[in-house]
Structure formats: C-alpha cells, structure tokens
C-alpha cells in the first residue's frame, strides 16, 4: 500500500522521500562510515537537495553545518542541535536519521514526565509476573533497538527531562552497551551495533541547555541551528510548505504571491525589531520563527477555502495570526496591534493597505 493510500498524516522522512533514499543508494559508491546506508555526501544531498539529479532540498540551511552534523555522527560523540523554537532542529534531525539508517522512529520525546523506561527498556508486567524476567517479556525502548540494530537514536527536547534521567544516557554513550541485569547470560548485556548514535534537540527559550550536567556535555559535539537569515530564501520556504500542507489539507488553492510576501515581511519585522527600511519597532516576546509562519500561511488557506470557497485576503493574515502567533503574552497583542497602526499605513500597496484596515480583527 502506498502512503497516500493509508492517509496517515505525517508520514516519517523514509516513507516521504523513500524514491529519492532508494535513487541515491543506487548511485552512491563513496566510502561509508559502518553501519550507514549512505556515504556522507549522498547524506548530505539528500537533506539539502541536488536539482540535477532530482533530490528535493528539505532542510534550507548551510550545507557545511550538514556536514559538520554528519562527521559528528560517524565518531563516538552523540550530535546536539541547539536554537530557537522553530527553526527546523528536529527536521534535521529527523532527515540525518533517515539518511543514515534508514529509519527516523527511534524517537524519544524529553519532558518533565520522561522516565528511563522510555529511554532503555520496560518489561510486559503479565508476561513477567507469569514466567519472571526472559527476554520475550522484555519491551525496548528506541535506545535499546537503535543499539541492538545500529541505528541512529533521536532523543527531543533532552533539556526537559530531569537532570537524573538525562544522567542515564552518560554511561550509554561512554560504554557504548546496555545492561539489563534482570537478565541472565548473553541476554544481560546489549552492545551497540556499529551505526549506533545520538542526535539531541534542545530549544534555547524553553528552558536552558544549562541544565545538561558538564559530564552528558561532555559526550556531545554542539551545533546551533539559527533562523533564515535571507528574505528569498524564507519566503520560498514559506510558500512551498505552506502549498504542500494545503494539498494535503484538501485545500485546492495557494495563496497569492503579494499576500505571502506580505506574511513573510511581517514574521521577519516583528522577530527581528526592525522594518525592512531600517527603522527600530517593538519585537513580540512569542517566536515569530519560520515554522510559524508556515503554519499561518496554512491556517489561512484552510480558513480561506473552507468559509468562503476562495484565496486569502490579506485581513486573514490578522484573523490567523491572533491565536496561532500571538499565544498567552497580552502585551504581544499590543505590540501587533501597534505594528498594524504604525508602520503597516506607512507601507505601499493594495495588501498592505488592506493589511492595516482588517486591524480590528485581531481579538481583545
Ligand atoms: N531552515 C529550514 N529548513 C526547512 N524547513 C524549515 C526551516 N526553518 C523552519 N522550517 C519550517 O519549520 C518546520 C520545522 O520545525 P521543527 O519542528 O523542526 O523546528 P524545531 O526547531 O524543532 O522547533 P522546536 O524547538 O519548537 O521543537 C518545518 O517543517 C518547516 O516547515
Ligand atoms: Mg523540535
């Protein structure tokens, strides 16, 4: 059965772009670290995209951070993505894993609640109550799988789980094996397989990567991940994502171009402090990153096709942005409310006027 045949949602990266995974182990003769089914370059195209022979760009970013990723993996040390909320750290993640084995899935998600079961291994409480501790009673968690096979572990959010849960990963990464002394024999111990690797996320305005112990510091080489720097290449993104969200969503159109330039100068103004002519403004407190303006985009062709049958208007940029930019700060509210009073009117063009007018939409 195909992908689009079951309708899942979100597929992961493999089953996305599992013709260009298949196309690029056909041709890929370079030498490879053990353990991988790609060599580094053929990782490196397949996340940042090669026109020539059809690999779609996925992660818009240096390729030389890719690289310094990929090199990363293929030592001992675990590979940590830093940066601020949005700016594609677990996509990369996500892409690096399924270049590299195959398999994206190992995932676990950090929080307050995350416990070492979910990191190493649970048992089947009927099965071990029945027959005691065997292996078939045994239930893995992805760092025992990605160690048994040999594939890479990704572990999101790691600076919210407890300091002491975090702590387990250190002798993991050190020893490169598993102990599970419940467990009798050969069974006891798993050692990792050769592909075996970390990848951490960690968002910079949650809560800090200083909360990482210097000892799991240790074990990761660090690369922050930053935000778009450059109009274009932001705006295409947001245009081609938000696209492919509304194809998936049933919503037939795109938003016009002037519309989306617009969403696009208005993220950027108002997460940087400065308008595109160099004046100083109030910066919102709530991330105006990419990922949210990708998500405004859809929201917009959702709310657009749905309610009325037809393309965006630049009023909906303001209906959109109330709740899926401005979260739970009052005063962000304020400060979009002021942007849209004083620097929009200042602004030419038929969206931006229509952009200013549609301010009594924004809710409060
Ligand atoms: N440089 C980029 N390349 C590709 N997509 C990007 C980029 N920046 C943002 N995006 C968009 O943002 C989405 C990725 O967000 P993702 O969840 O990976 O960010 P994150 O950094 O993990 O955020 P958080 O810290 O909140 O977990 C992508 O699906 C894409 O639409
Ligand atoms: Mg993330």
């Not at 790609?38 to 995209?49: D, K, P, V």
């Not at 951070?65 to 590979?79: F, M, P, Q």
């Not at 789980?161 to 599970?180: G, H, K, N």
């Amino acid at each position: 059965m195909s992908v689009e045949d079951q309708q899942i949602q979100r597929p992961p990266a493999e089953a996305r772009f599992a013709a260009e995974l298949e196309a690029l182990r056909r041709d890929d003769n370079a030498a490879r670290p053990p353990g991988w089914a790609l060599s580094l370059e053929a990782a490196r195209r397949f996340i940042c995209g090669d026109e020539a022979h059809g690999i779609s760009a996925k992660f818009v970013g240096d390729p030389a951070l890719v690289d310094r990723c990929l090199v990363t993996l293929a030592t001992s040390r675990g590979l940590m993505l830093i940066g601020e909320p949005g700016t594609a750290k677990s996509l990369l993640s996500e892409l690096i894993a399924a270049a590299i084995s195959g398999d994206s899935t190992l995932t676990i998600q950090g929080g307050a609640a995350t416990t070492e079961d979910q990191i190493k291994y649970s048992w089947n409480y009927a099965m071990l109550v029945a027959d005691g501790p065997t292996p078939r009673a045994l239930v893995p968690a992805p760092m025992l799988t990605g160690m048994g096979r040999g594939r890479i572990v990704r572990f999101e959010e790691i600076t919210r789980c407890p300091l002491e849960v975090q702590d387990c990963l250190l002798s993991l990464l050190s020893e490169r094996s598993l102990a599970i002394p419940e467990l009798n024999g050969p069974d006891s111990m798993t050692f990792a397989r050769q592909g075996f690797n970390v990848i951490a996320t960690a968002n910079t305005r949650d809560r800090g990567v200083n909360e990482m112990s210097a000892a799991l510091k240790r074990r990761f080489n660090f690369e922050t991940v930053f935000p778009i720097a450059d109009f274009d290449t932001e705006y295409r993104l947001v245009v081609d994502e938000a696209a492919r969200l509304l194809r998936e969503s049933g919503v037939p159109a795109a938003p016009p171009r002037d519309v989306m330039e617009v969403l696009v100068t208005t993220f950027r103004e108002l997460r940087t402090g400065r308008t595109e002519s160099g004046d100083a403004m109030d910066r919102m407190s709530t991330v105006m990153s990419t990922a949210e303006a990708v998500s405004v985009a859809h929201a917009m062709g959702v709310r657009a096709w749905f309610l009325r049958g037809g393309e965006p208007e630049p009023a909906d940029i303001v209906a959109t942005m109330g709740g899926a930019a401005v979260k739970d700060d009052a005063e962000d509210l304020t400060r979009l409310r002021r942007y849209l009073e004083q620097q929009v009117p200042r602004k030419r063009g038929r969206v931006w006027l229509a952009l200013g007018e549609a301010r009594d939409l924004l809710p409060g």
